[in-house]
Nanobody, 121 residues
Framework: QVQLVESGGGLVQPGGSLRLSCAAS????????VPWYRQPPGKQRELVAR???????LYADSVKGRFTISGDNAKNTVYLEMNSLKPEDTAVYYC???????????????WGRGTQVTVSS
């Protein structure tokens, strides 16, 4: 089973930037199967960014143009670069060790513990 550890969160002012990391260890791992989710206070977990099976990046409308997902196979790490942060980006950010079945990405029970991002002045 893959173990995931998120890091890089913190308190940042509106307009600021952060880079989150999701480091994986354990079983075989594909960076293209690791989506980023977030859970704002009092709300459900939502998809932020992910790759397609062939490596195309997809984003939630709310973060398009501001967030960038990337990965480093050699380091077994997926990143989420977040720019122009807004208060509504405040959430706990999680990554998941997903699995592809055909072209569809399925979530598994392998979540990290999350990293808190707070955007406030």
């Amino acid at each position: 089973q893959v173990q995931l550890v998120e890091s890089g969160g913190g308190l940042v002012q509106p307009g600021g930037s952060l880079r989150l990391s999701c480091a994986a260890s354990g079983s075989s791992f594909s960076i293209y199967a690791v989506p980023w989710y977030r859970q704002p206070p009092g709300k459900q977990r939502e998809l932020v960014a992910r790759f397609t099976r062939d490596g195309k990046a997809l984003y939630a409308d709310s973060v398009k143009g501001r967030f960038t997902i990337s990965g480093d196979n050699a380091k077994n790490t997926v990143y989420l670069e977040m720019n122009s942060l807004k208060p509504e980006d405040t959430a706990v950010y999680y990554c998941n060790a997903g699995e592809y079945r055909g072209s569809a990405l399925y979530l598994t029970n392998s979540w990290g513990r999350g990293t808190q991002v707070t955007v406030s002045s």
